[in-house]
């Protein structure tokens, strides 16, 4: 029997993402699986995420691979599945941009996160289900803060307001320089739908992917 999103998300409005540091990865050079802890502002675990593995495009495609990202609960039920599918990882190309998809439970899909072409500056469009957009994720020009936060502010379809954020968290000189090991935070209202939730969960880990990993010999991004 398939898992639903679990309550508890409707009960957070902040969590806390952390990449799980791997030893053949930072010593060897090989790119592995990513595999995050997912926390409350607490600091309790709520969910472990898996990457499938897959060799050929771990180290051939580095950090533009599609993957599929497994989200479990405590119990070890899988409760979100997020797909990325391939696509053109160039700024200046505006066909085939990135996207993914969302499933809570698995193979119920609730939303989409999908690349806003734009020559300067990172935007992505939110989607819910019935891929009608619903917010707007803006990030910096810059995707390099030696010390501080990278914010990804999720705002508005209009983008007036700010209703909540993406943020890439410093996680030390040693760690940023000699692995890509990434801390993460978003925030969002209280009060905004379940489904929504798990589809920032997404849009957190496309935009890990695209602007903070350095798999298959590349090097993360500093500037959109």
């Known amino acids: 029997m398939k898992a639903s999103l679990p309550s508890i998300t409707s009960k957070i409005d902040h969590i806390m993402i952390q990449q799980q540091f791997e030893f053949v990865e930072a010593v060897l050079g090989f790119e592995t699986a990513n595999q995050y802890k997912i926390n409350d502002k607490l600091g309790q675990k709520i969910y472990y995420a898996a990457e499938d593995f897959n060799f050929l495009t771990l180290n051939c495609c580095g950090a533009i691979r599609p993957f599929t990202m497994r989200i479990f609960d405590n119990s070890g039920r899988e409760v979100i599945t997020l797909r990325r599918p391939l696509r053109c990882d160039c700024c200046c190309c505006p066909c085939c941009l990135q996207q993914i998809e969302i499933q809570a439970p698995p193979g119920v899909p609730v939303g989409y996160v999908i690349q806003t072409w734009h020559p ?39 983008e007036e307001f700010v209703v909540g954020r993406i943020s890439k968290h410093w996680s030390g000189i040693l760690k940023e320089i000699l692995t890509d090991v990434d801390n993460f935070g978003i925030q969002f209202p209280l009060d905004l739908d379940v489904k929504m939730k798990a589809v920032m969960l997404g849009a957190c880990f496309l935009i890990d992917f695209m602007f903070f990993e350095s798999g298959g010999g590349q090097r993360p991004k500093l500037f959109w």
Do not use: A, W
């Open 120 to 158: 300067c500056q990172p935007k992505f469009t939110v989607q819910n289900e019935e891929k009608q957009d619903v917010l707007k994720i803006i990030g910096p020009i810059c995707v390099c803060n030696i010390g501080g936060s990278i914010d990804f502010e999720i705002k508005s379809l209009d």
